[in-house]
């Protein structure tokens, strides 16, 4: 069965402060993909990453930065030097090939950063 | 260019009533998802479309809810006989194709709230 994980519900920090954002996942397919998305206060679900089951190399961008384990089926996502644009909720997702196209996310983690 | 948008942006309705849901996705997507976001959770899947047809609705609640594309492009969500557990907020995604590498791009969504 497909799940994901995310534990921390919600997350304060002070702004400059790096954070990061767990995500654990469960799957018994091989080929799958993991996602990160942000709802901001909007609303609207913005796409941060893809990554899929074969490549676990990390990746930066800019602030961002995700950690891809297939040992511990973590995929966790930090922001460095926090601002308080990156107040949001944060979704981790999966993406499974035998299970179509469909996204199953967690629950989100809340994230606010003060100033 | 434009992105995905829902319409209604908030639709209040009386128990018992039927309600439809539109969405327009981006211009030359010919994937197309409906989830449904409760508070302080997750989206859930609930139908995605390739082109004309409905390629997987396993996520649909039951028989009150349906969803139609019929040219392809315009989708919209029907919810029959609704209940105050249909309230959540209804999200429209589109993606280039369907295929799980494929990022989603998000409308700002459809509030539902039956009284």
């Known amino acids: 069965a497909q799940k994901v994980t995310q534990a921390q519900t919600e997350i304060s920090v002070v702004e400059k402060e790096d954070v990061t954002l767990d995500c654990v996942y469960e799957t018994r397919d091989t080929t799958y993909y993991l996602f990160w998305y942000k709802q901001p206060p909007s609303g609207e679900l913005v796409f941060l990453i893809r990554r899929n089951s074969f490549d676990e190399q990390n990746e930066i961008s800019g602030r961002y930065s995700w950690n891809f384990q297939k040992s511990t089926s973590s995929f966790n996502f930090t922001i460095t030097a926090s601002q308080v644009v990156d107040s949001a909720v944060y979704f981790c997702?999966?993406?499974?090939?035998?299970?179509?196209?469909?996204?199953?996310f967690g629950a989100g983690t809340i994230l606010r950063v003060k100033s | 260019g434009a992105g995905v948008s829902q319409t209604p942006s908030n639709k209040v309705t009386e128990k018992g009533k039927y309600v439809e849901l539109r969405c327009d996705p981006i211009s030359g997507h010919t994937a197309l998802y409906w989830y449904r976001q409760s508070l302080g959770q997750g989206p859930e899947f609930l139908i995605y479309f390739q082109g004309t047809g409905a390629a997987d609705d396993s996520g649909l609640p039951n028989d009150r809810f349906f969803a139609v594309r019929p040219e392809g492009s315009v989708s919209t969500l029907k919810i029959q006989r609704t209940e105050r557990g249909d309230s959540a907020v209804y999200l429209c995604?589109?993606?280039?194709?369907?295929?799980?590498?494929?990022?989603?791009?998000f409308g700002p969504g459809t509030r539902l709230t039956v009284l």
């Open positions: 997702a999966l993406s499974e090939a035998k299970y179509g196209n469909k996204l199953v």
């Open positions: 995604a589109s993606s280039l194709i369907a295929a799980n590498y494929n990022e989603q791009f």
